[in-house]
Nanobody
């Protein structure tokens, strides 16, 4: 089992940057694929970015490609989401998720989820 805790959210002006972190418990973090998702008020949760267990491959939603970067540090049991050139439409609660299966990478079917961190981008 994996427990996930996100941090790093906050209020930022459009064009600014934030780095989200997701700390995972357990000694098997390096065997999990990790994803970042977001959910805006009144909208469904959507995929943002994912990274496979080794860090060797990453995936992004078209809406964030070129602006966001996902990375992981398996020694620290942590996955990051660097967000640059933020836009008001990036405002949402951001969640990290973990799963051993590659088949769920860009879906919401991950087994484990954090509680989320709020990101608000002002115009």
């Amino acid at each position: 089992q994996v427990q996930l805790v996100e941090s790093g959210g906050g209020l930022v002006q459009a064009g600014g940057s934030l780095r989200l972190s997701c700390a995972a418990s357990g000694r098997t973090f390096s065997s999990y694929n990790m994803g970042w998702f977001r959910q805006a008020p009144g909208k469904e949760r959507e995929f943002v970015a994912a990274i496979i267990w080794s860090g060797g491959s990453t995936y992004y939603a078209d809406s964030v490609k070129g602006r966001f970067t996902i990375s992981r540090d398996n020694a620290k049991n942590t996955v990051y989401l660097q967000m640059n050139s933020l836009k008001p439409e990036d405002t949402a609660v951001y969640y990290c998720a973990a799963d051993r299966h590659l088949s769920v990478l860009t879906t919401t079917k991950y087994a484990y989820w954090g509680q989320g961190t709020q990101v608000t981008v002002s115009s």
